[in-house]
């Protein structure tokens, strides 16, 4: 599917491929909105998903990107009257209005990313909830540090960044109770010049790790010559991460997405939480390979953190859920 430059062309296309026979074949009709371009990797990882299932054959998929808060919702509507049978997106800071909007179109199920639970009886919610990983990360990150100082980089500090922070300085200090943090926020989601500001900043103050939230702290690393921890996509090899980026954290909507399209074709489509779907026991997080880094992490801190992974995905061990905002250290 070619991405949809301009909300006209949207709505044109999607209705073409709409009134097709996609029921008759199995398939349903989904929409993707997004309020930012396919290539930023939170709504890139929406886009694969997605894009996975069209190509399988399960759905009819076309999307606009791009798309203004304040246009979000004549979108979503626009695609609801359409006849979709399932819209994917995000309502972060316009849930009112979205909520309001599911309402009016109870036939049509709904899954978006939203800090707030379910709503009605068709909006369901989800985040990425990959703290997990993030834990696993800092467990080898609190073993390869030589300052015992690690800096972080972030976008905001809202919970689905708080918590894989947290979540990240939790497993450090689980093997290194000595490491101390320095934690950054850039106020903006892709921003890679201020991003590797901010990380030059911290390797001034003597950290040897980063862990890069956001896009531009794997390219200060490298010219720092210091080691960094990738977040969402794999880092090592889509943001030229060689010999820089360890490991990522992975973020995966693919067992989200598979859930409401079978769910939608099944006629059971109801509002609930996603949040289990994007968790590793149900595959939607995970750590990415060691790549080149194999050999340079010590044995020991390679078996503690594959005995964890085993733990949290059997449900014997918990990693705690922490939005709160988290602070420097040192």
Not at 86 to 107: H, M, Q, W
Not at 268 to 295: H, I, N, V
């Amino acid at each position: 599917m070619k991405r949809i430059p301009t909300i006209a062309a949207a709505c044109c296309l999607a209705i073409a491929l709409l009134a097709g026979t996609a029921l008759a074949a199995g398939k349903i009709k989904v929409a993707g909105i997004y309020t930012q371009p396919i290539q930023q990797k939170w709504d890139a990882c929406l886009h694969k998903a997605l894009q996975k299932a069209a190509d399988a054959g399960e759905i009819e998929y076309v999307y606009s990107e791009k798309v203004s808060n304040t246009d979000y919702v004549r979108v979503l509507r626009e695609y609801s009257e359409k006849g979709v049978n399932l819209v994917v997106g995000e309502a972060f800071g316009i849930s009112r209005d979205v909520t309001k909007a599911a309402k009016d179109y109870p036939n049509v199920a709904y899954l978006m990313g939203d800090s707030f639970g379910p709503r009605g009886t068709n909006l369901s919610v989800f985040d990425n909830y990959i703290h997990e990983p993030c834990y696993l990360m800092g467990m080898i990150a609190g073993k390869m540090t030589k300052t015992n100082k690690i800096g972080m980089v972030g976008g905001y500090p809202i919970g689905e960044v708080n918590r894989l922070f947290n979540a990240f300085m939790a497993g450090a200090k689980s093997v290194n109770p000595a490491v101390q943090f320095k934690v950054s926020f850039i106020g903006s989601w892709y921003d890679p010049p201020k991003a590797k500001e901010f990380a030059y900043a911290q390797v001034e103050a003597g950290v040897d790790v980063l862990y890069a939230e956001r896009a531009g702290v794997v390219d200060a690393a490298r010219e720092k010559g210091i080691i960094a921890f990738g977040n969402v996509n794999d880092m090592n090899k889509e943001e030229n991460g060689k010999d820089v980026v360890v490991t990522s954290a992975l973020w995966s909507m693919d067992a989200a997405v598979k859930r409401a399209v079978d769910l939608v074709k099944a006629g059971k489509f109801t509002a609930e939480d996603y949040r289990d779907y994007t968790m590793m026991a149900k595959g939607g997080a995970s750590l990415a390979p060691y790549y080149e880094f194999d050999a340079k992490i010590p044995a020991d801190v390679k078996a503690k953190v594959a005995e964890a992974a085993d733990a949290i995905k059997t449900g014997k061990m918990t990693i705690e859920i922490n939005d709160n905002e988290p602070k420097s250290t040192f």
